[in-house]
């Protein structure tokens, strides 16, 4: 879903490399991304307030240096909070200018083309992402700063000027992008030629205007896929033009020209609202459109001193709202249990399993975000956050198993649940398990026994092919298939407890693929295989005897 | 499917675009969580000219939990045994989540490098390998060449 992948790696090849390291020091070791609600641990370490949660919950050590760790003992760090914020917002400008070296010394009218492409050409990768609006917004002003180009009819001689930017753009964009800049450039040729208002045409679903060639090659798509998922095609557009507008000053300053008729035509798609308007954080500009860009700037200002503002008057909320403490379960029975979670207004139907792993994730979700962070979300949205996430995480009874085994024997039947919860959570009984499928066994090993086919003298590999195991487990049905039921009977299934197979069942194994291999051919070499090593030699032997 | 987490998808694009000398790994097609992997023989070792096939797998709950990694080549070694299992601490206790599968891959390439036989997987191979490094190491190489071989 997410494709917004930045990376330290994006300032490596820039005029400043050493914005690779100051990247990576705004990131959560754990999720690798910029750090959300950063809390401070004992051992001066820093993470995402939920990641470090989650992880305590596992274990209680720090993931960098291994020293004891408990969550009471996490601070929020409301410092390192506004810096990751201000750069995190400023950062796909900075990103843009650090980039653009070569092309300052060109002439300013191609410093504005290429501004216009760099910023075109990023967000084609990144167009997908959702929470960091800030890429959006530039795209958004890529396609509509170009539409409101092509009514200019101020670039004298695109041609030239182009094919440097697309020598320079090659080096250091990826294929998508060059893509997309080839889109754009047949776009530009067509519209020097002949620039009118009928080669715009309306967007029927996001109501924009677009050049039609654009429309019908990748913005209908684009806008088609969109809706599909639910998500509200780029109406914002015009909401988020003027933010990106205080992103970018000094490029919007040269565009002057442009953003007043931006803005008129914004204004226009205003009242024509779109079906799939939704409000959005960004609604706050939507009003100051049809204002000049003194106002624009007065917004930069006021983003500009936020960050500063609200570090100084952050107050640590740790009295405001209670802290959820942990619960003793095994003091609890199951009706004290269904009380907190009620008076929490949870849902208390579920296991007992599931009650425990409820309370523990709404424990942490409503502790990282009362305790921690700056701005707390209410309790609705947090019984929301514990909803999706066990919608994906508790298997509901019957199908929709990500579980291989799931895959592999399709079952709805509760004693099969059973079993795939325990064999999650470590307490895996291999004896009911082998029970439940001795009959499926059988029939597997009787196929093998079937279908078994000399395996190729080549073979270097174990026992088991990759392709066809992509999860552990599956591998060890691989062994079970191969072996005889005597040893079926016997052999560990167990994942987790996968030091139980010992060498002796895998000697079987290997021994029994002779006795197959024997059964087979019906050639009577009488050696006594026992060792792997010497068992692909003597395989080879037999078969070359056999030919 | 479950959707892939954002720094799966990272780790992922890292691995391809700057790869780890000597280490490969490409995630399935049909499963982005299984990858294939090869490592080779470090310089100096007995599995110097090997390549060693591997298999990578990141649980549901990565990088919470360690990947599962098992070799997929034969391969004579005090610490791996003939299920291709590895005994690494990082791959068991001491996973960490600031872990990535960048750095396993290294740790697993340095265990060939110096394999510790006091803490032993496979215990007939620690055993030789104490009693008579010399013969063991030389085993090593004949099992590098007999099944690690490299392909043209």
């Known amino acids: ?547 | 499917m479950a959707s892939l987490p954002k720094r799966i998808i990272k780790e992922t694009e890292r691995l391809v675009s700057d790869p780890v000398p000597g280490i490969t790994a490409t995630p399935h097609e049909d499963n982005l969580r299984y990858f294939q992997v090869t490592i080779e023989g470090p310089a100096g070792s007995p599995y110097e000219n090997g390549i060693f096939d591997l298999e990578l797998y990141l649980p549901d709950e990565y990088p919470m939990e360690a990947p599962k990694v098992r070799f997929l080549t034969k391969i004579y070694h005090p610490n791996i045994d003939r299920l291709g299992r590895i005994c690494l601490d990082i791959l068991k206790t001491n996973w960490s989540p600031a872990l990535q599968i960048r750095t396993v891959l290294l740790s697993i390439q340095a265990l060939l490098a110096s394999p510790n036989p006091n803490d032993p997987l496979a215990n007939d191979v620690a055993e030789d390998w104490i009693k008579n490094e010399q013969g063991a190491k030389n085993k090593a190489r004949e099992w590098t060449e007999l099944y690690a071989h490299k392909k043209n």
């Open chain 1, 1 to 547: 879903m997410d494709h917004l992948i930045t990376d330290p790696t994006d300032f490596a090849k820039t005029k400043i490399p050493a914005l690779e390291q100051w990247d990576t020091l705004l990131r959560c070791h754990i999720c690798k991304d910029f750090l959300k609600v950063p809390v401070l641990t004992p051992c001066g370490h820093t993470f995402c307030s939920l990641c470090i949660r989650k992880y305590i919950n596992n274990s209680a050590k720090c993931p960098l240096c291994l020293s004891e760790l408990r969550d009471s003992m996490l601070r929020s760090e409301f410092l390192v909070n506004e810096l990751v914020e201000c750069y995190t917002n400023f950062r796909p400008s900075l990103l843009k200018h650090v980039q653009v070296d070569k092309l300052n010394q060109l002439e300013p009218e191609v410093i504005q083309e290429s501004s216009l492409i760099e910023i075109d050409s990023e967000p084609d990768v990144e167009i997908k992402e959702q929470s960091l609006t800030n890429n959006d917004d530039i795209q958004i002003i890529g396609n509509s700063s170009e539409a409101s180009k092509s009514k200019m009819t101020t670039v004298p001689k695109p041609n030239k000027i182009i094919k440097q930017n697309n020598l320079i753009n090659k080096k250091k964009s990826k294929s998508t992008v060059e893509g997309m800049f080839n889109r754009k450039q047949e776009f530009r040729n067509s519209s020097s030629s002949s620039f009118s208002h009928q080669q715009m045409a309306q967007c029927p679903i996001c109501q924009e205007f677009f050049p039609i060639r654009t429309l019908e090659r990748s913005h209908l798509d684009e806008c088609l896929s969109l809706q599909s998922l639910g998500r509200l095609p780029k109406t914002n557009n015009k909401i988020t033009i003027s933010k990106t507008k205080s992103n970018i000053l000094p490029f919007s300053k040269k565009m002057s020209d442009s953003t007043s008729e931006l803005s008129s035509s914004a204004s226009k798609r205003d009242k024509s609202s779109s079906p799939f308007y939704l409000p959005t954080k960004n609604i706050n500009y939507s009003s100051n459109l049809t204002s000049t860009s003194q106002h624009k700037e007065k917004v930069q200002e006021k983003e500009k001193i936020s960050y500063v503002s609200r570090y100084v008057n952050s107050i640590a909320n740790t009295d405001k709202s209670e802290r959820l403490p942990k619960l003793d379960y095994s003091n609890l029975s199951m009706q004290q249990l269904r009380q907190k979670l009620n008076a929490l207004n949870l849902p208390s139907s579920g296991s007992r399993q599931t009650l425990i792993e409820r309370y523990n994730y709404y424990e942490m979700i409503w502790n990282s975000n009362f305790c921690d962070s700056l701005n707390p979300v209410d309790e609705s949205d947090l019984r929301r956050q514990l909803a999706s996430w066990e919608a994906s995480n508790i298997p509901k009874s019957g199908n929709s198993n990500k579980n291989t085994i799931g895959n592999l024997i399709q079952r709805g039947d509760r004693g099969y649940q059973k079993l795939l919860t325990n064999f999650k959570n470590d307490k895996f009984d291999r004896k009911a398990w082998s029970q439940m499928y001795s009959k499926e066994f059988r029939k597997l090993i009787n196929e093998a026994k079937l279908n078994y086919k000399k395996p190729s003298i080549t073979n270097t590999k174990l026992s088991f092919n990759p392709h066809d195991a992509p999860m552990k487990e599956q591998s060890h049905t691989e062994i079970i298939k191969e072996a005889p039921p005597t040893h079926t009977n016997k052999s560990e299934l167990n994942n987790n407890n996968i030091d139980n197979m010992d060498d002796n069942t895998n000697n079987n194994i290997d021994e029994s693929k002779t006795d197959i291999e024997k059964l087979k051919t019906h050639t009577e070499t009488d050696n006594n295989i026992s060792t792997d090593e010497d068992f692909s030699k003597d395989l080879s032997q037999t078969l070359n005897n056999k030919f």
